[in-house]
Every structure is written in C-alpha cells, then in structure tokens.
C-alpha cells in the first residue's frame, strides 16, 4: 500500500557528486521523519542522515559537511546531495520513512529497495 522508491545511484569518481532522490506513494496518512541509512557489503546497515517533518536535520559524523538533506513534503520526496565522495561512500543507500499510512492507526517504518552508489577511479 506504501511504496518507496529509491533513483540516482551510480559509479562516480572520487571527488565527484551524486543526488538521490526517494519517492513515498500509496496511502499515506502522514510522515515524520524521512531519511538515509546505507549499507556496505560485509558491514551493518548504518545511518547517514534523517530529516523531519519540522525540518530537524542529523548527519552521521562521517558526512558531515559533505552530503545535504533535504524534503518535499508536498510530493513525499527527500533527496540527498552527496558531494566531494570517497571510496569508504561506497554502499547500497537505503531510503527510510516513519510514516502512518492512511488505513493505520499507528507509525511504522518504511524503506524502500535500494539504490547502488559506488566511489572508484
């Protein structure tokens, strides 16, 4: 019933930039907190950055002052501007919602499927 969808992953050079984008659709009710949380192979699924409905922003310290959030609430789309990459931002990045959809009665958590970055020359 609730979807998110995960674009703009890809192979960049070290130094380079890429913007993901993450798209929440279906029934939906309302949505607190959207973010980032990436995963590399053989390593736990980690947090990079949430931001929240009343635009409260967190960064892992290890993209601080490298990667940016941001949010359309009125299109329930969060997006993350990764500049200046390293070959350690080399992941799968997942997109995350704490949302209540529209039949529920309660928030849950929703991700979506994924999208690959990887950081090599």
């Known amino acids: 019933q609730v979807q998110l969808v995960e674009s703009g992953g890809g192979l960049v050079e070290p130094g380079g930039s890429l913007r993901l984008s993450c798209a929440a659709s279906?029934?939906?009710?309302?949505?607190?907190?959207m973010g980032w949380h990436r995963q590399a192979p053989g390593k736990q699924r980690d947090l990079v950055a949430t931001?929240?409905?009343?635009?409260?922003?967190n960064y892992a310290d290890s993209v601080k002052g490298r990667f940016t959030i941001s949010r359309d609430s009125a299109k329930n789309m969060v997006y993350l501007q990764m500049n200046s990459l390293k070959p350690e931002d080399t992941a799968v990045y997942y997109c995350?919602?704490?949302?209540?959809?529209?039949?529920?009665?309660?928030?849950?958590?929703?991700w979506g499927q994924g999208t690959q970055v990887t950081v090599s020359s």
């Open positions: 995350k919602a704490f949302l209540r959809a529209s039949t529920a009665l309660r928030f849950s958590d929703y």
């Open positions: 279906g029934r939906i009710g309302s949505i607190s907190v």
């Open positions: 931001i929240s409905s009343g635009g409260s922003i």
